[in-house]
């Protein structure tokens, strides 16, 4: 059972073994079963409305300053997610971190985290729910400190290989993209330019809507025009098509957008998600292994699943429905 504990130095998550030498390691005070509540989904009521919206402490999440200390000098994969509120940001990372602690993120395993209470604080509202899907899965994000990104990471092995690969992962209010797009606002988001990948998370079902497309794909090409002209070092860019459940965006659609990245010269891939699901032929977490794939930095490998031709796009949302499992 995967467990989490806030002692520094203690590794009971990964090894079983816990720091103060309690036997077995969950008598520890400080041990908190991470499993615990996931295994009781379905047998209990949904969690009250909480009375504001949590907001990530510094302890929580890992600020740039203290990434190298913390992470030993470990090569990180940095993930640069970026998108407009609502968008999906959150509960793509939810879906991951629950796919993970129950070992279905098909391919991959779960190996260590450094901010499972981060994890643990956005996961919260998703774990258990009765009588269909909430309306609203996810709070939106806030952050206590306006000025700096903080990060989640995630160790992941994959069972291929078994060469774990740490993630850094950063959960902004969508704010923070918007005022990048329309004031100009760049600053918070300077981490860009040392990012290996970024996620653009763009509303699937807006995409797939009659009446909303034309905004959303406006929208979409003024992010990455934006992205270009504030980082023109801009690392490879996953174009992450989120609510795969409630509509499929159409092959012209995409392509009309990843036009428009590639005149811009940004590598632009599509990766279609379903981070929770209102529809039964489409599972929970369908598309996130792909993503993580895709995000691992095998670039020889992304090219032969992901090229950005329009043969592709058939590829990326017949993904969906495939390797997609139920959180
Ligand atoms: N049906 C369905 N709903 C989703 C999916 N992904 C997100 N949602 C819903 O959309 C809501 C908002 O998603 P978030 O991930 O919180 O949005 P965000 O981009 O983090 O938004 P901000 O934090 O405001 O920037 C969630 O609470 C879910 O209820 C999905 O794949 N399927
Ligand atoms: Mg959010």
Known sequence: MLAECPQENCTVGTTGQCLLNHEP?????????????????????????????????????????????????????????????????????VSLYLLLSHGRLQGFEYA??????????????????????????TPHTELSDDRAAGFLHLRIRAAQDNVPVDFLLPDLPGEW??????????????????????????????????????GAIHRTKLYLQRLKEFFPDLPRVILVV???????????????????????????????????????EVPAGTGIAELIEASMGKQANAAVFWPSSSDNIGRAIENVGRGGVEI
């Open 242 to 280: 989120t609510r795969a459940d409630l509509g499929t965006a159409s092959e012209k659609t995409l392509q009309t957008i990843l036009t428009e990245g590639v005149a811009l010269g940004i590598e632009i891939t599509v990766q279609a998600i379903s981070s929770f699901s209102a529809n039964a």
């Open 177 to 214: 993209s918007t005022a990048m797009v329309e004031e100009s606002r760049h600053d918070r988001l300077a981490f860009l330019e040392r990012a290996d990948v970024i996620w653009l998370m763009v509303d699937g079902a807006r995409l797939a809507s009659p009446t909303q497309r034309q």
């Open 25 to 93: 390691a969950a008598t520890c005070p400080h041990y908190t079963a991470l499993s615990e509540a996931l295994e009781t989904r379905g047998e209990e009521e949904l969690l009250p409305e909480p009375e504001q919206n949590p907001s990530f402490s510094s302890s929580n999440t890992l600020t740039e300053d203290r990434l190298s200390y913390l992470m030993g000098g470990r090569y990180c994969t940095m993930v640069g997610i970026v998108g407009p509120p609502d968008s999906g940001k959150t509960a793509a990372l």
């Open 112 to 137: 260590d985290s450094r901010s499972l209470m981060a994890f643990d604080e956005i996961s919260r509202g998703a774990r258990r729910w009765t009588g269909g899907m909430p309306q609203q899965m």
